[in-house]
């Protein structure tokens, strides 16, 4: 079914994009047979800033079918962002999230919108295995889900992502939160609703290469504990209580040894291994500190989540500035592949 461009659609598939040009082709081709399940869609493509020419091969679907729409940024943001701007755009009863690089499979949205119309708000795809990652990637995932339940505030389901179905109610939720260092996974649960996972397969990678380095990993992983979790800051109040007891025991048993049996405690050695423990132990809190206190400067800077340069197709009036807090839109710009204007 086709929807006019200021119709609502049943459903929206959100897929954030960077240097996905080769794929999106393909993805295109699988993924409008698969929404035969619904009565109407739209596709959005938020462009994080590419350099090849995702945006171009996105005016061509868009021209051959007015349903594929794109949001492209001034810069690159990061897909955290990008998918806020997809939740931001998004115009659907309901919406899929998911990657534009076919390792999450088009087919498995119908068993979404199954459980979607069951009545279920949060519906999120679960990894059956992990057989197409690397063993340090399986190793890093395994340890990072097992920090999150030891450390986080609320439950991370092992193997959720970011391919999910979110019904309307879940979605205006989500935009509410405009936090600048964001963990989509962390905001998916802590957003609760009816939820329900569904086993799905992952799927190599049609094109390219991955965007995640190892670094940016174990950033990712750092924002997700630190955005849900006090435990780092509140860890160092019990580490400094149990070396203040070890220091006074460490005093009186030099005390005794000295009065009672005559022995001279040690000096040098022992100062300077004492000196050279706190301030390591010093640095590390502070580094902690550094952390959430950074977090507290991005965000009472209030700038806005991210900028649009271009916007393809979809209906009039759509918002291109991402808000920094309770007002969801800021500007507007034509509904046909109109910049912003700066």
Known sequence: ??????????????????NEGDNLRPLAARLIPALACVESFEIVFVDDGSRDNTMEVARELNASDPRITAVSFSRNFGKEIAIAAGVDAARGRGAVIMDADLQHPPEAIALFVEKWREGYQNIFG?????????????????????LFRTFGEIGLPEGAGDFRLLDRVALDALKTLREQARFSKGLYAWIGFKSIGVPFDVAERHAGESKFSYRKLTRFALDGLVSFSTVPLKVWTYFGMAIAAFALANALYYVVETLIWGVSAPGFATLVVSITFFAGVQLISLGVLGEYIGRVFA???????????????GPRGAAVVGAPAKSVSANTVSAN??????
Do not use: N
Not at 9 to 16: D, F, K, Q, Y
Not at 137 to 142: G, V
Not at 303 to 312: A, D, N
């Open 1 to 18: 079914m086709t929807i006019q461009a200021d119709e609502t659609p049943e459903l929206s598939v959100i897929i954030p994009v960077f």
């Open 126 to 146: 679960v990894r059956r295995s992990r057989d197409t990652d690397s063993a340090a990637r399986k190793w890093l995932t395994a340890h990072f889900y097992r």
């Open 299 to 313: 965000e009472v800077k209030g700038r806005p989540l991210y900028l649009v340069q271009e916007r393809v197709g």
């Open 337 to 342: 592949t109109e910049k912003a204007k700066f």
